[in-house]
């Protein structure tokens, strides 16, 4: 079946480094993205949006890409601080599936200072 | 405090036991959905539910039931049919957009439901 994944199960950084964490999709009827952070034993939470109309959207230090051609997402953090160490997940709307979305597996990211 | 609740934070079940989980939400949405995780796994639909009264299965629903009795109120019931229930299951909620439209989902903090 179709699904979202990202390329890397795991990322290290050190403090102050940018971060970009990729996700690669495969339902060209995807219309709406999203970027979730799931802390350890937390529920997900919403860091950024961008729909299929958008190539690049900004929020406070993250930036999110779509590049609709190879079907691949990323999201880039700026600055990267310890705080920002969790899993971070991708996940698409699917037109025709209406409001549920598709989560990606998740890449871990690791700061350390 | 305006957001979701999930409850219990954890939950032990037996074997031939069925349990259920709460989920409750004060956002005035429309939408609510039940997500199971496995470690190191994304996130999987189990049930989700766009109105009162309506439900629709999602991947994975053999051996789990829900109900939407209240706008508020999604509980999930894991059921004795359900072999393998170790996990984490988060609960979401929406506003229910047209089709092709934004759909930021909100999530509880989780139960982690382990079977004794």
């Known amino acids: 079946g179709e699904s979202v994944g990202l390329h890397l199960p795991t990322l290290s950084v050190q403090e102050g480094d940018n971060s970009i964490i990729n996700c690669a999709y495969s339902n060209s009827a995807s219309d709406y993205f999203i970027w979730y952070k799931q802390e350890s034993g937390k529920g997900p939470q919403f860091i950024i949006d961008i729909r299929s109309n958008m190539d690049k959207r900004q929020g406070q230090r993250v930036t999110v890409l779509l590049n609709k051609t190879v079907k691949h997402l990323s999201l880039q953090i700026a600055a990267t601080q310890p705080g920002d160490s969790a899993v971070y997940f991708c996940?698409?709307?699917?037109?025709?599936?209406?409001?549920?979305?598709?989560f990606g597996k998740g890449t871990t990211l690791s700061v350390s200072s | 405090d305006g957001g979701i609740t999930q409850s219990p934070k954890y939950l032990f079940r037996k074997e031939g036991q069925n349990v259920t989980l709460s989920c409750e939400q004060n956002?005035?949405?429309?939408?609510m959905y039940w997500y199971r995780q496995d470690p190191g796994q994304g996130l999987r639909l189990i049930y989700y539910?766009?109105?009162?009264?309506?439900?629709q299965k999602g991947d994975i629903a053999e051996g789990y039931s829900v109900s939407r009795e209240k706008k508020e109120s999604f509980p999930l019931t894991v059921t004795s049919a359900q072999k393998n229930p170790t996990a984490f299951y988060l609960c979401?909620?929406?506003?229910?957009?047209?089709?092709?439209?934004?759909?930021?989902?909100?999530f509880g903090a989780g139960t982690r439901l382990s079977v004794l």
């Open positions: 979401a909620s929406s506003i229910d957009p047209p089709k092709g439209t934004k759909n930021i989902q909100y």
């Open positions: 996940a698409e709307n699917v037109r025709q599936a209406g409001t549920a979305l598709i």
């Open positions: 956002l005035n949405h429309d939408a």
């Open positions: 539910s766009q109105i009162v009264n309506d439900f």
